[in-house]
């Protein structure tokens, strides 16, 4: 980062193309998303009435989740150092799975999320505007 952010400034880039939360079994981001949606009435609302739900879709829903739990905190940070700040603005193809299926759902049993509740976790795509630092 510091070779790059020699030759241009960070707040001259305008996003960053992110792959899914979860790398290498590390499930670290993951974790709030699941169990900010397991608590989130716009999900509870989008499940219970999709297709006429309030909600536009689980992609809205889960940037709304990311950006107020900021699981990519520390990615946000190393922009800091630089001048820079993230946000997340947009994602493609939200995964969603019941907690039993999932490889952290001991994390989510401890915080009171039922093996049978059905929560956003990850995201194939995620994309972050760049801005510069408020």
């Known amino acids: 980062m510091k070779e790059i952010f020699k030759r241009w400034k960070a707040e001259e880039f305008d996003s960053l193309i992110w792959g899914p939360f979860s790398k290498d079994k590390d499930y670290s981001w993951c974790v709030p998303i699941a169990v900010a949606s397991a608590n989130s009435p716009e999900y509870q609302d989008y499940k219970k ?22 699981p990519y905190k520390e990615l946000n940070n190393l922009f800091n150092e630089f001048g820079a700040r993230i946000e997340l603005k947009s994602v493609e193809k939200v995964f969603s799975k019941k907690v039993s299926d999932l490889p952290f759902k001991a994390e989510l049993n401890k915080k009171g999320i039922s093996d049978n509740e059905r929560v956003l976790y990850d995201a194939g795509m995620t994309y972050f505007k760049i801005e510069k630092q408020k």
Do not use: D, G, R, W
Request: proline share 5%.
């Open 49 to 70: 009435n999709y297709p006429q739900s309030k909600m536009e879709s689980t992609n809205s829903i889960f940037v709304k989740l990311a950006n107020k739990t900021k």
